[in-house]
T-cell receptor, first 110, second 113 residues
Framework: QKEVEQNSGPLSVPEGAIASLNCTYS??????FFWYRQYSGKSPELIMS????GDKEDGRFTAQLNKASQYVSLLIRDSQPSDSATYLC??????????FGAGTRLTVKP | ETGVTQSPTHLIKTRGQQVTLRCSSQ?????VSWYQQALGQGPQFIFQ???????GRGNFPPRFSGLQFPNYSSELNVNALELDDSALYLC????????????FGDGTRLSIL
């Protein structure tokens, strides 16, 4: 059974801190990886995409990919209360299906 | 640029009924994917349409079916509704291949009584 695993949280960080969100996947054929943010009652919103090993930075967000370890992470610097949401890791598997993790709920406390 | 739109926003049905959900893709996008999201879970892939052809299917029974129209809008049909079909149904569109980021609509909340 192919899986995308995330800690469900909740993850709580103080305002201004770095939030670290982790995701592991089981399909070694996966080539494309995405992080989505989902506010309660809303639809997922794309934050980052990453396709190659290493780091990719976009503003306060950094995605990290390690295909050998089958691990992808998202760092949020200078966390703000508005970052409080559920963060979904999504993987395009070798058969081209997109598989989501269950999400990690992040709370940023003022 | 017009985003992904879904209709209706909410729907209540009873067991055994049939339902059709609709999605208009983002302007310029030719690929539409459908997902089911139960409360507290991540979206589960139902199927994807690319240029009016089914381009992948998740682990859902045949009573979940769909189609895509020449203007790239799409429908999701569910027959013989079951209580477990109660969920948020999300449509996402993208341009080109399956490795492209997908952009989601606001979803249809389906409740089965």
């Amino acid at each position: 059974q192919k899986e995308v695993e995330q800690n469900s949280g909740p993850l709580s960080v103080p305002e201004g801190a770095i939030a670290s969100l982790n995701c592991t996947y089981s399909d070694r054929g996966s080539q494309s990886f995405f992080w989505y943010r989902q506010y309660s009652g809303k639809s997922p919103e794309l934050i980052m995409s990453i396709y190659s090993n290493g780091d990719k930075e976009d503003g306060r967000f950094t995605a990290q990919l390690n295909k050998a370890s089958q691990y992808v992470s998202l760092l949020i610097r200078d966390s703000q209360p508005s970052d409080s949401a559920t963060y979904l890791c999504a993987v395009i598997e070798g058969n081209n299906d997109m598989r989501f993790g269950a999400g990690t709920r992040l709370t940023v406390k003022p | 640029e017009t985003g992904v739109t879904q209709s209706p926003t909410h729907l209540i049905k009873t067991r055994g009924q049939q339902v059709t959900l609709r999605c208009s893709s983002q302007s310029g996008h030719n690929t539409v994917s459908w997902y089911q999201q139960a409360l507290g879970q991540g979206p589960q892939f139902i199927f994807q349409y690319y240029r009016e052809e089914e381009n992948g299917r998740g682990n859902f029974p045949p009573r979940f079916s769909g189609l895509q129209f020449p203007n790239y809008s799409s429908e999701l049909n569910v027959n013989a509704l079951e209580l477990d079909d109660s969920a948020l149904y999300l449509c996402a569109s993208s341009l080109g291949g399956t490795d492209q980021p997908q952009h989601f609509g606001d979803g249809t909340r389906l409740s089965i009584l």
